[in-house]
């Protein structure tokens, strides 16, 4: 070692060489983790951007003819009331995957037959349940007795039956029914569980209106479907719509004009529907039924849950599509577009015969007695504050058995509703129709001028509504308010009230209830 060459001067500092090294190693493994992160963040961010991002406007190929729900056919029986009869069940759909989905309906694998009654008549629902789980059915939109509203208190158990009756007294209207079970709505209604209930009245019946079922007057329930891989669908926002079940659908078109009952059946999705002409259509009823005055316009949201009758004026031989373009959601850039705000989709194709039935013109004077339905304002005795925001309401969540508030029988109330975030909320009230008095203090909108049960709260702004409690007042069943975003809804984003007798209070409440968890239950 003595006599050997002197060490390279590189050999003589291995230590700081080392030492540098590995400081330079922990920079450049800690620098590359920093950036990893950041880049699958990006990608992350990119994803879920991309994901959201949806256009399908000319990339669709609108060629299947639009299946038409049957009408339910219906018996009277021996005490004048008209008898429905509903399965629920379980089958598989095309829904455009590579496989068909499993899917669950009504008398069918898909979605339900539309259920239609008169004013005055007193109707009867056998409902059967053969899926593998529980489920409920509520009548969405309609008056009527709570222990019969098929909230999430009225399960009903795997081959259990429910037989809920009424009497419709109600304005002619489009409702529509879908299961209601704690926790699980989406789940149901993506699957299938869903469809009309037509009312009509004295006064629809006399208005010379498109009214010829699967002719002139068609169901147009448009949902968007996730449609995984295999067939498989998921309960949020999807890129597939689907109208009454049917992908990529076309309707003939024999009459000059053609009625519109749209409903809103998807889960999280907002839609706001034009044709792809640019032309108006006249707006002849809101959710609740037909408006005071028809409204001509060129485009119309409708959240989850939300109804519109649109009569759409043809031309010989022309095809006009049917899309939903950019609703606003009147909320921030970044939460408008993670919420759909920027989503095009091509949804209807509507084919015009070279030669069309003529069609009466649209009145312009609809109900004149409508809106009466919801009270007048002088006689609101009492006012509520609804404030939304996270999945709560006032910052509460659904509780079984808590009975949040009990309006009494027989009183008009104004209620305050406001979505305090920039997230998609909407307000749904079970039972009754409500009349928007003003939002943000200005006049409603055409569109928010007929009776609704359902309405899209555009952040911040705040809706006044006017309710009338009529008729059944029972102190041991709720309805329900809440979020229609069907995944805000099952995540608790609910309030439960009873309506009473004047001096009455709320009973007890079941916390679970009894037909929730049977052998059958697989979630
Ligand atoms: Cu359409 Cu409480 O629901
Ligand atoms: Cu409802
Ligand atoms: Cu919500």
């Known amino acids: 070692m003595v006599g050997g060459p002197p060490a390279p001067l590189e050999r003589v500092r291995p230590m700081p060489r080392r030492r540098r090294s590995l400081a330079t190693r922990l920079a450049i493994v800690l620098g590359s983790a920093v950036l990893l992160l950041v880049a699958i963040g990006g990608a992350g961010i990119a994803f879920a951007w991309n994901h959201a991002s949806v256009d399908t406007v000319g990339k669709v190929a609108l060629d299947r003819q639009l299946a038409i729900p049957p009408l339910a056919r219906s018996t009277v029986d021996a005490a004048g009331r008209r008898v429905f009869d509903l399965t629920a069940q379980s089958g598989s759909t095309d829904l455009g995957g590579d496989e068909p989905s499993p899917t669950w309906g009504f008398n069918g694998s898909y979605l339900g037959p539309t259920l239609r009654a008169h004013r005055g008549e007193r109707v009867l629902v056998e409902l059967h349940n053969d899926l593998p789980v529980a489920t409920t059915v509520h009548w969405h939109g309609m008056h009527l007795p709570a222990r019969y509203d098929g909230g999430p208190h009225q399960m009903v158990a795997p081959g259990g039956t429910w037989e809920p009756t009424w009497r419709i007294d109600q304005p002619a209207a489009t409702l529509w029914y879908h299961p209601h079970p704690h926790g699980e709505t989406a789940d149901h209604v993506s699957r299938g569980l869903a469809g009309l209930f037509i009312l009509d009245d004295d006064e629809s019946d006399r208005l010379p209106l498109p009214h010829t079922y699967g002719v002139d007057d068609l169901p147009v329930i448009v949902q968007d479907k996730d449609v995984r891989g295999n067939g498989h669908l998921g309960s949020g926002s999807g890129r597939t719509i689907v109208v009454n079940g049917t992908v990529g659908p076309y309707a003939a078109v024999s009459t000059e004009r053609v009625r519109l009952r749209l409903l809103n059946g998807s889960s999280m999705r907002v839609f706001d529907f034009r044709l792809d002409n640019g032309e108006p259509f006249d707006l002849v009823a809101t959710g609740g039924g037909l408006m005071a005055h028809k409204a ?77 339905t919801a009270g007048t304002e002088s006689e609101s005795v009492r006012t509520r504050t609804f404030s939304l925001s996270g999945h709560s309401i006032n910052g509460r969540q659904m509780v079984m058995d808590r009975v949040d508030f009990a309006p009494i029988l027989d009183t008009t109330e104004t209620w305050q509703v406001v979505n305090t975030e920039d997230t998609a909320h909407s307000f749904h009230v079970h039972d009754v129709q409500f009349r928007v008095l003003s939002v943000d203090g200005r006049q409603p909108a055409p569109e928010l001028s007929g009776l609704k049960d359902t309405v899209y709260l555009e952040p911040h702004r705040h809706y006044r509504l006017l309710l009338r409690f009529t008729d059944y007042a029972d102190p041991d069943s709720v309805y329900m308010v809440h979020c229609h975003m069907l995944r805000h809804e099952d995540a608790g984003m609910m309030l439960q009230f009873a309506v009473v007798e004047p001096g009455d209070r709320p009973g007890e409440l079941a916390a679970v209830p009894a037909t929730r968890h049977t052998e059958g239950h697989t979630h």
């Open 296 to 372: 001509s316009l060129d485009h119309i949201r409708l959240a989850p849950g939300e109804r519109a009758e649109v009569v759409v004026t043809m031309q010989p031989g022309e095809r006009r599509v049917l899309r939903s373009v950019d609703p606003d959601l009147g909320s921030n850039f970044l939460s408008s577009h993670f919420d759909g705000g920027d989503a095009k989709f091509d949804v209807l194709e509507l084919r015009a015969a070279d030669t069309l039935q003529p069609s009466p013109a649209v009145p312009d004077v609809l109900s004149t007695t409508n809106l009466a």
